[in-house]
């Protein structure tokens, strides 16, 4: 399948619009910053974007940031224009072809961005090995892809890798493709689908398991949305399976537990976060308008207190008294005679 998706990526496709479905091709709304950072990059990069979401999470400047399956670069040079020049990009890709568009253009973006020398570099290697980059273990800031991990034929392998190379509190952001439930054999042997970014997509819940199983214990869906294939030949060929594209974030947090934990803990955002003054959105079920004090359960706690948004916070309360499951949110007691009172009591703040 690797040589499959190399000749899809390499060969069949010379720009986007080759592509015979939008699962690969599609953003999530763009707001305007990042729209005006677009407008810096080379027509040939553009033309070879092969995506379904945005990966740029808040807070970038300064950030060692690498990009899996980075492809002709678009958001590699996007994020070299938000981490800026103290900042450092590096793109991975096994695509000779797309590879040697991204190179070309490197010295451009540089002056276009003003930078005195770039601050981006790209390496050729399969994401699946990651150790083979030569990268330290723990140097990672941030990890990012676009619609790539539903092409990986080893996926536990490159969640395993990233959280290897992730710092303390660091973080994978990604958007990618998921189905409804597992996709049959048959289609996942087919190279066209598989380069349509569909049938090599995930189940969901066999995605989390996998997460949690490679160190991420409490993935946190930040936007999702269902794909519409368009192609009436494709269509057939899927069948009843439904198509997501889902944005992800995955913190490296030894403490974080398995389920949403409550702790009596409170945090307030107190802003400062560069296109995120007034409101800083953790994921899709918080939402953290500045100056307003928000209950939240451990993980949470953990998620903005151990990372680089601890600045942007205040925290109330701590660890020393549990108060069971927070209320609304993750597992219930498993006891029936519980069921009924948990749902009368509530509870104010983000469910996890």
Known sequence: MHEAVQD?????????????????????????????????????????YY???LVFPEKLEG??????????????????????ETGRVI??????EQLDVARRHVDHHARAFG??????????????????????????????????????????????????????????????VYADRR?????VDDPELY??????ALYWNDFLTMAKDAGFKDPRLVTDRRLAIENASVEARIGHVEFFSATYRLFKLDALESHCEDYGQAVVYRGGITQHEEVFALDAHHRL?????FPVCGNTWRMLHDTRFREHFEFIGDFSTHFGIFAGCGTPAPFASAQGAAQADGADGGCC
């Not at 996709?183 to 289609?187: F, Q, S, T, V």
């Not at 308008?289 to 004090?293: L, P, W």
């Open 8 to 48: 899809y990526y390499g060969k069949v496709l010379a720009e986007s619009d080759d592509l015979k479905t939008n699962a690969c091709k599609t953003d999530a709304a763009m707001p305007a910053y990042l729209k005006q950072a677009l407008a810096g990059i080379h027509d040939d990069v553009l033309s070879r």
């Open 51 to 53: 995506g379904c979401g």
């Open 63 to 84: 950030m060692t940031v690498l990009d899996l399956g980075c492809g002709a670069g678009r958001d590699v040079y996007l994020l070299s224009q938000l981490v800026g």
């Open 91 to 96: 793109g991975v890709d096994m695509t000779t």
């Open 115 to 176: 930078h005195e020398a770039p601050n981006v570099e790209f390496h050729l290697g399969l994401i699946e090995s990651l150790e083979d980059l030569g990268l330290e273990p723990g140097s990672i800031d941030i990890v990012v892809s676009n619609c790539v991990l539903n092409l990986a034929a080893d996926k536990p392998a490159v969640l395993r890798g990233v959280e290897r190379l992730l710092k303390p509190g660091g973080e994978l952001y990604f958007a990618d």
């Open 183 to 187: 996709i049959p054999g048959a289609l």
């Open 195 to 200: 380069g349509e970014c569909l049938s090599g």
């Open 289 to 293: 308008e500045r100056g307003r004090v």
